[in-house]
């Protein structure tokens, strides 16, 4: 009997957003605060606020955060969506806002504005699929619920613990995307791991860093 012609994947429309390039990587689910206060960004912070919208994270390659007169910025073609869950202004000039990462997104093309935004016209990636962690990887999700539980019985507020719930301790995607967040490792290596759109090797690789850096017992 043959077998049954594969459903078609819908097609996923390009958008553009508005882009802030950072010397980290944002992945799915994580945590970012951000004190603004550059006039590019905080009218695109504004814009978001009002309309209820997101912005692009990429990690830059070259340049810094902080925009400096003939100096270029690169960065690279696959980063995270975040969304602004809280915000404030302590001073004039100065906003601090909360996000977490949402979607992935590949640059289709970007375009630096007159007054030093960048935004991009992107395609959103697609989420992981749910992976249940199987027996050889567990490892890694027992000491990311150690190092989760000394956090927790610190007492700290919610906006001060690092991971936000709910914790899916068991799943591959969750456990590797907080792991990739922590470990010091090259923006190169993040980026490798935040690409890839197969959640058990993304925990394989996170569990031989581990590994290498001693953190599992």
Same mark, same amino acid.
């Given at each position: 009997?043959? $077998?049954?012609?594969?459903?078609?994947r819908?097609?996923?429309s390009?958008q553009?957003?508005?882009?802030?390039?950072?010397?980290?990587?944002?992945?799915?689910?994580?945590?970012?605060?951000?004190?603004?206060?550059?006039?590019?960004?905080?009218?695109? %912070?504004?814009?978001?606020? $009002?309309e209820?919208?997101?912005?692009?994270?990429?990690a830059?390659?070259?340049?810094?955060?902080?925009?400096?007169?003939?100096q270029s910025?690169?960065?690279v073609?696959?980063?995270?969506?975040?969304?602004i869950?809280?915000w404030?202004?302590?001073s004039?000039?100065?906003?601090r %806002?909360?996000?977490s990462?949402?979607?992935?997104?590949?640059?289709?093309?970007?375009?630096?504005?007159?007054?030093?935004?960048?935004?991009?016209?992107v395609?959103?990636?697609?989420?992981?699929?749910?992976?249940? %962690?199987?027996?050889?990887l567990?490892?890694?999700?027992?000491?990311l619920?150690?190092l989760?539980?000394?956090?927790l019985?610190?007492?700290l507020?919610d906006?001060e613990?690092?991971?936000?719930?709910?914790?899916?301790?068991?799943?591959?995607?969750?456990v590797?995307?907080?792991?990739?967040?922590?470990?010091?490792?090259?923006?190169e290596?993040?980026?490798?791991?935040? $690409?890839?759109?197969?959640?058990?090797?993304?925990l394989e690789?996170v569990?031989?860093?581990?590994?290498e850096?001693?953190?599992?017992?």
């Amino acid at each position: 009997m043959p $077998a049954a012609p594969a459903t078609p994947r819908p097609p996923i429309s390009a958008q553009t957003i508005p882009l802030f390039p950072l010397a980290s990587t944002l992945f799915p689910e994580g945590r970012l605060p951000l004190q603004i206060f550059e006039v590019r960004y905080l009218d695109m %912070i504004g814009k978001c606020i $009002a309309e209820g919208s997101g912005f692009g994270v990429v990690a830059l390659t070259e340049g810094s955060e902080v925009r400096r007169p003939g100096q270029s910025e690169r960065f690279v073609g696959v980063g995270t969506l975040a969304r602004i869950r809280e915000w404030s202004t302590p001073s004039p000039g100065l906003m601090r %806002i909360a996000c977490s990462g949402g979607e992935r997104f590949r640059i289709l093309q970007a375009e630096q504005q007159k007054h030093g935004l960048w935004t991009a016209e992107v395609e959103m990636m697609e989420s992981d699929r749910a992976v249940i %962690i199987p027996e050889e990887l567990r490892n890694t999700a027992r000491a990311l619920d150690d190092l989760l539980q000394s956090v927790l019985r610190q007492g700290l507020p919610d906006s001060e613990v690092p991971i936000a719930a709910p914790f899916r301790l068991d799943d591959c995607g969750w456990v590797a995307n907080r792991w990739a967040e922590m470990m010091p490792i090259t923006v190169e290596m993040k980026q490798s791991l935040l $690409a890839l759109d197969n959640p058990l090797l993304r925990l394989e690789l996170v569990q031989d860093a581990l590994d290498e850096l001693g953190w599992l017992k």
